[in-house]
Structures are given as structure tokens and as C-alpha cells.
């Protein structure tokens, strides 16, 4: 079975940009989160879906956003892009959102 | 909210050598994993393990969450175990919260 896939692997955009970061989970799974990495640092919650409905969101700004599609696939979209955006995005898969969780290979995304 | 700490924060140790990494939480968790992250960012799932022992080869857990700790335990280490451990932990909550890592390099 395949993993938790993500897409794209690299991007670079410019300050000001919208990107949008894309996630496939593992099939049966229901739930996708998000978290956000910075270098030297762990990965910090940006944002939960489960069966489409968003179950909890992290301590990000409204420029953050994210939805979850009948398939259970996700995507996670960024507005207004500055510097400190710059990191490793990474989606999380899980059965219900409350179990083990399966990571995917993260959206390295670099704002200049 | 929940603090996770994990110690040491950098570890080296000569190729063969066994090692313990530890995490402690402030609070009760629902559940605990340990991952491996690689040098291409990628968390590896080691152990998912809010309470009790496991064991998967050279690698084996433990979690005592009345105390609110669990040990990671490295036997026989390797040159491609090295990287980034993290402990992560939910409590009340559905997010994972990481703690602040151990950096481990094995030298040949």
C-alpha cells in the first residue's frame, strides 16, 4: 500500500505569493493534519481535518488555510507569503485523527 | 498546554555503541510515538507506545505514563541511525505535539 504522499517535494516562491501544498493519505485513513517545521526546531500543528470537517487548528494566521476533499485527500493553502514561511510542511495521516499518525516526505517550500 | 522535553539533545557515539534517549511529559497523554527523521526531513514511525514496552530489532521502547516518561533504547548502533529523534504526544487534544528532539550521529 502506498504511504502518505505529498506534493510538491521542493517549491520556491516569491514574498507576497500564494502556494498551495497538496496531500494524498493512506487509503482507509479519514483524518489529515498539517504541521509546520522550521529548521533546528520540531514540527508545530498547523491544522486537523476529519471526514471534511475541520477538528482543530493551530496558533497560525489567517493567511493559513486547508480542506480536506470526499476523497480524504487535503490541500493546504498559504496567502501572502513572507520569509518566515519559509520550512517544511508536512501532512500527517491517521485512521481518526486520534491514533497513530503516518507522515509523508513534506513540501519543502523556500520564500524569497 | 503540554510541555515535552527529550534529553540529551545531541548525542555522538562510535559505531556499536548502545544509547537512551528519554522524553518527559508535563501532562496525562492519550498517545506517544517516537520517530526517526532523516536527513531528507522525512519522520520515520519507530514505536507508538503510550504505555508499556515494545521491541523491533535493535530498537526498543518503553513508556511508563504514571511517571510520564518514555525511553527510547538504541542497541548496536549504525552509521544510517543517524539523525533527528523526536517524541510526540497528544493529551486532550487531537494534535501531536513534538518535543524538542535529539540530534544523534554515529561515527564509523
Known amino acids: 500500500d502506498a504511504g502518505v504522499t505529498q506534493s510538491p517535494t521542493h517549491l520556491i516562491k516569491t514574498r507576497g505569493q500564494h502556494v498551495t501544498l497538496r496531500c494524498s493519505p493512506i487509503?482507509?485513513?479519514?483524518?489529515v493534519s498539517w504541521y509546520q517545521q522550521v529548521l533546528g526546531q520540531g514540527p508545530q500543528f498547523i491544522f486537523q481535518?476529519?471526514?471534511?470537517?475541520?477538528?482543530g487548528r493551530g496558533n497560525f494566521p489567517d493567511r493559513f488555510s486547508a480542506r480536506q476533499f470526499p476523497n480524504y485527500s487535503s490541500e493546504l493553502n498559504v496567502n501572502a507569503l513572507l520569509l518566515g514561511d519559509s520550512a517544511l510542511y508536512l501532512c500527517?495521516?491517521?485512521?481518526?485523527?486520534?491514533?497513530?499518525?503516518?507522515f509523508g516526505q513534506g513540501t519543502r517550500l523556500t520564500v524569497v | 498546554g503540554i510541555q515535552v522535553e527529550q534529553s540529551p539533545p545531541d548525542l555522538i557515539l562510535q559505531e556499536g555503541a548502545n544509547s537512551t534517549l528519554r522524553c518527559n511529559f508535563s501532562?496525562?497523554?492519550?498517545?506517544l510515538q517516537w520517530f526517526h527523521q532523516n536527513p531528507w526531513g522525512q519522520l520515520i514511525n519507530l514505536f507508538y507506545?503510550?504505555?508499556g514496552t515494545k521491541q523491533n530489532g535493535r530498537l526498543s521502547a518503553t513508556t511508563v505514563a504514571t511517571e510520564r516518561y518514555s525511553l527510547l533504547y538504541i542497541s548496536s548502533s549504525q552509521t544510517t541511525d543517524s539523525g533527528v529523534y523526536f517524541c510526540?504526544?497528544?493529551?486532550?487534544?487531537?494534535?501531536?505535539?513534538f518535543g524538542t528532539g535529539t540530534r544523534l550521529k554515529v561515527l564509523a
Open positions: 481535518y476529519y471526514e471534511k470537517e475541520e477538528r
Open positions: 507506545i503510550p504505555s
Open positions: 501532562d496525562s497523554v492519550n498517545n
Open positions: 500527517a495521516s491517521s485512521t481518526t485523527g486520534d491514533t497513530e499518525a503516518f
Open positions: 487509503s482507509g485513513h479519514k483524518s
Open positions: 510526540a504526544v497528544t493529551s486532550g487534544t487531537y494534535k501531536y505535539i
